[in-house]
């Protein structure tokens, strides 16, 4: 990987970690086509560039790290705990699961359930308008709907949003939370896997990694920034359709041989 690849990764996971279409599916198409195979340097690249991602929910959310906001981050910690305990039981299952064509699947599936409840809920009045009024029992549920990231291609942004959307919250108090969910989560992975590739790290390999990591950091601030105020004027419609086109895609560069199943 040179640092103009490390660049075009950043920037792809800094626009799908927090939107609700994966990021999983949209670097392996990228990687496949640089030709980047999952070495054990690269798998630590990724690490890099979605802990940049945690620290850009940081950046952009720093008011909500205050003693006043301690309900909040207990709701935050119930959402989590779903996720971490059915994840960590069943992590040799969910690596087995892992292939691309369940990846494609899961975009169409994702899509199509996000269509489902955009026109269900057309008109409808939420009952929970801003992130700090999520109650403990909605965020438990969310908990539960974030176990399905679980599954390859399924989104956590999008498991999570979605189950947000069912219990009653706005849009943009769905995604806020989201973003605020996605701390414990993405910092157990990635310091599980900062921990086990730690060795990948080299000399040579810093300008890479520095490259990978601002880009994703400036692009995660941007987009999530955007994100909100895209869902103050529109729905998740245009997710969704996106969402089933991408995975439309993802099948026939399988069937055509252009991309392998399994992730190599």
């Known amino acids: 990987m040179d640092i103009f690849q490390a660049i075009i990764l950043g920037i792809i996971e800094g626009i799908t970690e927090f939107l609700p279409i994966s990021s999983t599916g949209h670097l392996i198409v990228a990687s496949e086509a640089m030709g980047l195979v999952q070495t054990k340097t690269n798998m630590a690249f990724e690490v890099i560039i979605q802990f940049a991602a945690i620290l850009a929910v940081i950046a952009n ?91 390859p291609g399924t989104s956590r942004a999008g498991s999570t949003i979605i189950g947000a959307l069912l219990l009653g919250m706005s849009r943009k108090a769905s995604a806020e939370f989201s973003f605020l969910l996605a701390l414990p989560v993405m910092a157990t992975v990635s310091g599980y896997d900062l921990l086990k590739h730690y060795d990948e790290f080299s000399g040579a390999q810093f300008p890479m990694l520095m490259a990978g990591f601002i880009t994703s950091f400036l692009v995660a601030w941007v987009v999530m920034k955007l994100f909100i105020k895209f869902l103050e004027r529109f ?13 439309v895609i993802l099948l026939y560069l399988i069937y055509n041989g252009t991309i392998s199943t399994v992730v190599h």
Request: glycine share 8%.
């Open 235 to 247: 729905t998740f419609v245009a997710f969704g359709v996106y969402r089933i086109l991408f995975g």
């Open 61 to 151: 959310y720093k008011d909500k790290f205050h003693v006043r906001h301690s309900a909040l981050w207990i709701k935050v910690v119930i959402a989590f705990l779903p996720l971490a305990i059915i994840g960590f039981i069943f992590k040799d299952s969910i690596k087995a699961m892992f292939n691309v064509e369940t990846v494609a699947v899961m975009f169409i599936v994702g899509g199509v359930i996000f269509l489902i409840i955009e026109y269900f809920h057309k008109g409808k009045e939420p009952h929970t308008k801003d992130v700090e009024d999520v109650s403990y029992l909605q965020a438990a549920g969310i908990g539960i709907a974030q176990v399905f990231a679980l599954i």
